[in-house]
């Protein structure tokens, strides 16, 4: 099978005006990203306007969810959103969903915070109705690309990564320290995941994309000191410097370093898409022009 290219998604956490968001998201497509991502927490852009507005700012950049918290949509409300979005991007849009962890955002949004098993029955449920919605002949309004956005699910946990890798196009991990134990390794874990979806998706695995959201991307040269891993640490509190160092979320060292830490997960785990957030947008374009 050949070898799937890289691709690279930068999530944008701020909008500001009209001119300052449009002139991110141009420079993000002359960086060299191929997708503009908006996650989906409150206190953050509000993401299908965002994305309207940056597909209007650029010409070849696609435009995502990374990802949009199922918990928050009805699918049908939702698929209506997904579909107005994705005419008005020119077929530019990939759909990003979860089933959402952030108890005080369900709060804020005065909704339920259902037990983790219900959130994920939601995400499955809503995936189902978006495939049913997309496919019917008179769905009004419809999805400009054919059969539908491409869809990326994200997660850790089995029935999450079962759902994706039956049911999605893109198969997106988070953060590897959610699931190392104490005296673990991170990059075992990636490995176990990966297998996980690999047994559950079956003949599908090969045309699955598989993406890795990067937390960290601590840039070195020949007269820095060591990587600041400040952010990371804070994320995993309870991992050890070495763990916190393997994490495959961070990314450590000179721009040809990670590059090939890149190409290694891509021969090693099948990892081929990488997310970094906009704070690292200029510095992961160094490593980009490396991968092209």
């Keep these: 099978m050949p070898t799937r290219p890289f691709r690279f998604g ?20 002359d960086l060299g990203y191929d997708v503009l991502q908006v996650p989906d927490h409150m206190g953050m852009p509000a993401p299908f306007p965002a994305l309207v507005s940056a597909a209007d700012a650029t010409t070849t950049l696609r435009l995502g969810t990374l990802v949009l918290n199922a918990g928050f949509y009805r699918p049908a409300l939702l698929a209506r959103d997904i579909a107005d979005t994705d005419q008005l991007t020119d077929g530019r849009l990939e759909v990003g969903l979860g089933a959402g962890y952030a108890e005080a955002e369900f ?52 029935r999450v990564l079962r759902l994706a890798a039956r049911e999605a196009d893109i198969v997106g991990f988070p953060v590897m320290s959610l699931r190392t134990p104490p005296g673990g390794d991170p990059q075992q874990v990636l490995a176990e995941r990966v297998d996980h979806v690999r047994a559950e998706a079956g003949a599908r695995f090969g045309h699955l994309e598989l993406n890795l ?24 509190p309870d991992l050890t410097e070495d763990q916190i160092r393997r994490l495959p979320n961070v990314l450590a060292g000179s721009p040809d370093e ?13 990892l081929t898409y990488f997310s970094v957030l906009e704070p690292h947008l200029t510095d992961f374009a160094k490593v980009i022009t490396r991968l092209r």
């Design 213 to 236: 959201f990067v937390s960290t991307v601590a840039l070195t040269g020949p007269s820095a000191g060591a990587p600041d891993l400040t952010a990371a640490r804070r994320l995993a």
């Design 258 to 270: 990670i590059a090939e830490t890149l190409h290694r997960y891509r021969e090693t785990y099948g």
């Design 107 to 158: 709060r804020t949004a005065e909704l339920p915070y259902p037990a983790p098993a219900e959130r994920v029955d939601h995400l499955a449920h809503t995936v189902a109705e978006l495939h049913r919605l997309f496919a019917t002949p008179d769905q009004v309004p419809a999805v400009r690309q054919s059969p539908a956005p491409p869809l990326l699910v994200a997660g850790i946990g089995d």
């Design 10 to 29: 930068v999530s944008m956490l701020a909008t500001g005006s009209r001119s300052a968001w449009q002139a991110k998201a141009r420079q993000a497509e």
